[in-house]
């Protein structure tokens, strides 16, 4: 019988050329894997060891640990930084509604050359049409954009904060109220389903209720802004709030010794407790207590940033207020004497918090990397481990001050200085 006479012999020569054209794809992916395998050295930031990555496909997939290194170069090889709040940079606002792709690029870049590779833009208080505006014109911004892979949602601080002088802080009294679900929902749909994170004051009116329709969206809820005493805090936690924002700060000047919102926020070890280190939001004794009653990993650094960061001193309008920036890098608001975000980026709060407590450079590096990647459930990204994603820093620590040299996001080198 000849083979043309075999039944089905048709489906041979189809299933020959399937064969070859899968050998082929087979070769052509593992040049592509050859092509996308790096690798990236350093010292390794918690023990100061020499250390390699090995990236392929944009994730971690191999850890070594070399006797020494083949380059003499010796920096510092951590993950990339990730600031769970800032408002703003370099003139760019992130409530405005009119941020655009360019902006959005300038923003992002800028954080890359300083080692920050993930970020929450934060949007504070205002109207609800302002806000519903922002939401919907940062998500389509976010909908094809390639710097998407730096920013893994928003963060909503108030309006839903104490409309109390000290308390509110910079926020503008006039747009401060009650939670509002239903104005939420059209604010996180707007934001398509973004909003990973809402600060709020529980002594509000509501605010229970709040918490737990943000708990059943996954949202993480932080206290912030808030004159709430013992009995609204614990209930806060008990309903699902796992954060404190920028503790000491959006507090009254002057407050009751026994009796205030910072003592059951710093007595509850289910509360991390995120600081702004810039030197002026928090004294250094602050900073040392606060640290010393949450411990390295119940401590996150922000930088509470605004879009006068990386501007010069001066008197600036914003939110329809006056703002002056010091020569020293301070924002105020003088009308209500108090600060109004910051101008130093989270680098800074690595190195003051070395200074200030005496902790360790790895330690200063998790509370801006582990920490807030395990509050905000990020799990591909705030560790070097197999598996992650390559989002990695190369710097140099000296005297105190942190330099970045190198940033990757994703296993892609973003910035580099010559
Ligand atoms: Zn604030």
Redesign the pocket.
Known sequence: MSLKNLPGHKFYLPLFISIILICCKKSTESMDEDREKSVIEGLYYEDGLPIQVVIIEGNISEINRPESLETSTALILAPGLIDH?VNGYLSHSFVGGDLDAEALKEVTEGFWSKGITTYLPTL?THTYEMLLKSFENLNQLLEDSYFAQSIVGFHL??PF?SPEAGYR???NLEWVRDPDWEEFEKWYSASGNRIKEV?IAPELEGAMEFIRKCREKDIVVAI??AAALTPDINKAIEMGATVS??LG??CANTIHRHHNPLWPQLADDRLTASIIVDGFHLTREEVRTFFKTKGPENTILVS?LTRLAGMPPGRYQDFGQELVMTEEGAIMLLSENVLA?ASFLITRGIENVIKFTGCTLGEAINMATKNPARLLSLHDRGEIAVGKRADLILFEFQEGSLEVKKTLVGGEVVFEKE
């Open positions: 709040q504070t601080e108030g904060i802080g910079a926020h600060t912030g802004h924002t920028h700060n959006g509470d975000g």
